[in-house]
């Protein structure tokens, strides 16, 4: 967001980024509780994937790796390796670079990944965290029934976001959507799960996601980049 977030596909994984196996009780929709079930799914993630980045006729391939609650994001051109480490109730976001490992603090959030409209705070998935969170609704995305859940930062310096809509699959927790506002609660981003792919194992994986952002100053939206991962890495 910068969904710069699977977006697994979740986000975010962005995103992230893999359609995740754990069910959300309907019975009970709190929303710190789905999304505490969305974070524990996205830690138990054990696998390598490559994919790329699609934005006005730019590619840019990138491995991501998943395993042990530590998700790594390599990137060729330019070179970029970004970490996120999950934790229960925080994440850390790492950049490593040949002098060692530096930790990303907001004020790097809206760098954009290979100068595309992925943004660092998008990978990062810390809304998964944010501490204000309420359920808003229902509704169905791509034959999923889905909660939606509004989440906000503990304060407006932590994000460049002000707040931010989650749609996430209730027999999944996989997030199908993901949609940014700003401090003035106008549209800025929007991330969303366009389709997903069998593994051998039987398990589902994002396929693609489209990200769109709302460029400030301009009378058209910009052109949309396409997250799109190719399958396990062999």
Known sequence: MGMTFQVKSRLLALGILCLSSFAVAEETPDAHAILKTVRIAQAAQNRTLN???RSAGKT???RLSMAAGVVRYE????PLTLQLRLGERDSRFEEITRSGTEKITPARFDTRVGGTDLSYED?????????KATVEGEQTMILQKCWIIRVEPGSLKDSQYGSVKLWIAKNSGA????EAYNDAGKFVRRFKVISGQKTDEGLWILKEMRIEWVDRGQSA?????????DGVAK
């Open 60 to 62: 840019v391939p990138f």
């Open 75 to 78: 990137f060729k051109t330019p």
């Open 51 to 53: 994919g790329e980045l």
């Open 221 to 229: 939206d910009r052109a949309p980049t396409y997250l799109n991962i």
């Open 175 to 178: 997030l199908m959507q993901a």
């Open 123 to 131: 990978v990062s998935l810390r809304f998964l965290y944010w501490p």
